[in-house]
Nanobody, 119 residues
Framework: QVQLVESGGGLVQPGGSLQLSCAAS????????TGWYRQAPGKQRELVAS??????NYADSVKGRFTNSRDNAKNTVYLQMNSLNPEDTAVYYC??????????????WGQGTQVTVSS
C-alpha cells in the first residue's frame, strides 16, 4: 500500500555533507510521524531524527549537524547531514507512520541507503 524509496547515500570525507531523501507513494491520506534511523555494523538500529505532529527531535549525537525536514505536498522526507564523521557511517532507513485510504494506520520502512564517512 505504501512504498518508500530512499536516495542520497554514498561515500563522503569527514567534515562533508550529504542529503538523504525518502519519497513515499501509495494510498497515504495522512502522515502521523516520520523518522530516520541508522544501523552501523554490529550495532542496534537507532533513531536519528523524527518529525511528529508537534515537534522535530534529534539524537544527541547528531544535534546541530543534521536537519530533518518534510515536504508534505511531495510526500518526501529529507535528512540533511553536515559535518559528517566516521561514527556516522551506517545504513540509514526512513520510516513513516501513516493512515492509508483503508483508514488503517501503519509503519512503513524504506530499503535503506548506505552512508560511509571515510578519508
Amino acid at each position: 500500500q505504501v512504498q518508500l524509496v530512499e536516495s542520497g547515500g554514498g561515500l563522503v570525507q569527514p567534515g562533508g555533507s550529504l542529503q538523504l531523501s525518502c519519497a513515499a507513494s501509495g494510498s497515504i491520506v495522512r502522515t502521523v510521524a516520520t523518522g530516520w534511523y541508522r544501523q552501523a555494523p554490529g550495532k542496534q538500529r537507532e533513531l536519528v531524527a523524527s518529525i511528529t505532529t508537534t515537534s522535530t527531535n534529534y539524537a544527541d549525537s547528531v544535534k546541530g549537524r543534521f536537519t530533518n525536514s518534510r515536504d508534505n505536498a511531495k510526500n518526501t522526507v529529507y535528512l540533511q547531514m553536515n559535518s559528517l564523521n566516521p561514527e556516522d557511517t551506517a545504513v540509514y532507513y526512513c520510516k513513516v507512520d501513516v493512515y492509508t485510504r483503508t483508514l488503517r494506520r501503519g509503519d512503513y520502512w524504506g530499503q535503506g541507503t548506505q552512508v560511509t564517512v571515510s578519508s
